[in-house]
């Protein structure tokens, strides 16, 4: 069974490509490296002892994109290409519009003139903005707050619209939460461009000395003690949604949501506590405002996923800042280092 990866260069797509592979599929991975270092593949090439097919394009590049359905027999997509980045998409809206929604029409277009029809989105807990409740379902309102949280909103709803006119298609939109962590053998992990935006990175940035000390973004927010709380899930376990995700469709068609997170919430304070109990190290912080357009609180029910996925988030917060740091570690450069052209 022949998966195609879409951004599996990337922080989530190179771990669930691992995973992919440790289950017996055949990999084929698309990236433009827009946001990912080729590093990042030759080490899962390296892990899973596995020649993995790459090939550098951009999903707007239709020619190239049925190339690979022409050399390859694509069995499912898993697409995680697309940007990221909330602040920026902000200050270019159509950047992010261009290249997550056309991109994803693009892809879609394709995969229909080849007769591939199941795929896994990527898509984000952003779909909730300022959740009502906590902990957060499927059935929670959406509403995006930025651009970036438009482009997932606008994406799942052009799946759902292609499964209303096709009923042929099967689609699994997993809503992450705030995946951390990395692979156990610090190999891989997440390696961002520039000054971290994610908390993880940060404080990981800040206990290995390349940044002075955590900006602790609001502490008076109402939760525990008053600075943000998020729902961290393994980066491996998130693979591993992925998977699951992938079996569900073969059965199955329709287009179907569903929260991947632990359900438990973690404070900004809570996380450097644990991380520095986790490793040792101190980290240095000060309180600073509230970043604008951040949420107070934010966590999983993924009860939906245990049902109908059979998947549950099994790490804990300790195995997460091990990984963290481990890679951190081996890796102070991220994979810069290391570059290697192809
Ligand atoms: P990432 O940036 O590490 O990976 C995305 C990959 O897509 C990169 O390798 C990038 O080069 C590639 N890419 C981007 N645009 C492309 C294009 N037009 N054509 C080809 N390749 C392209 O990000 P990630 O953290 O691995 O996230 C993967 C997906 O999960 C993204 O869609 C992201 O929005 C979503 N997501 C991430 C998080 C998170 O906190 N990391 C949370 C929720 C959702
Ligand atoms: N935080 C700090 N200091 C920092 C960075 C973050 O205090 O330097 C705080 C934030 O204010 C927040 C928490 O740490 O309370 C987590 O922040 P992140 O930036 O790590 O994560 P977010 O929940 O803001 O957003 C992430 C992704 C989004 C995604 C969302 C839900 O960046 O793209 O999770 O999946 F949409």
């Known amino acids: 069974m022949a998966i195609l990866v879409t951004g599996g260069a990337g922080y989530i797509g190179s771990h669930t490509c ?3 592979i440790s289950q017996g599929y055949k990999v084929v991975v698309v990236d433009n490296l827009s946001n990912s270092n080729i590093e990042s593949l030759n080490r899962v090439r390296e892990l899973t002892d596995t020649e993995i097919p790459f090939y550098k394009i951009d999903l707007l590049d239709r020619k190239s994109l049925e190339k690979v359905f022409e050399e390859h027999h694509i069995n499912a997509v898993i697409h995680f290409a697309g940007l990221k ?10 950047n992010y519009y261009y290249n997550n929604v056309a991109g994803t029409f693009v892809l879609c277009e394709v995969m229909e003139k080849y007769n591939i029809r199941k795929v896994v989105f990527s898509s984000s807990a952003t779909v909730y903005g300022n959740p009502k409740t906590v ?72 206990a290995i000395g390349k940044l002075e000390q955590l900006k602790v973004f609001g502490d008076d927010y109402e939760t525990v003690d008053g600075t943000g709380v998020r729902d961290y899930i393994h980066v491996m ?41 986790a490793t040792g190290k ?3 912080y000060s ?42 570690l081996s890796n102070p450069n991220g994979y810069k280092l290391d570059q290697v052209h192809t």
């Open 18 to 20: 691992v995973q992919l």
């Open 135 to 206: 902990p957060i379902t499927e059935e929670e309102p959406l509403c995006a707050t930025n651009p970036y949280g438009q482009t997932k909103l606008m994406i799942e709803q052009v799946f759902r619209t292609l499964y209303e006119c096709d009923a042929r298609w099967s689609v699994a939109l997993l809503r992450y939460f705030n995946p951390i962590g990395a692979h156990i053998s610090g190999r891989i992990g997440e390696d961002p461009t520039g000054l971290p935006n994610n908390l993880m990175p940060y404080i990981s940035q800040v």
């Open 85 to 94: 980045a909330v602040g920026e998409s902000v200050s270019r809206p159509l």
């Open 287 to 328: 309180i600073a405002p509230r970043r604008p357009g951040d949420i107070g609180e934010c966590y999983a029910d993924s009860t939906k996923a245990k049902k109908e996925l059979g998947w549950v988030a099994e790490k804990g917060i300790e195995e997460m800042c091990r990984d963290t740091w481990r890679w951190q």
């Open 237 to 277: 376990d998130l693979a591993n949604g992925h998977i699951k995700a992938l079996e569900y469709l073969f059965g199955t068609t329709g287009v179907e949501a569903f929260n991947l997170g632990t359900g438990n919430g973690y404070s900004v304070l809570q996380m450097v506590k644990a991380f520095e109990e």
């Open 282 to 284: 101190k980290v240095k």
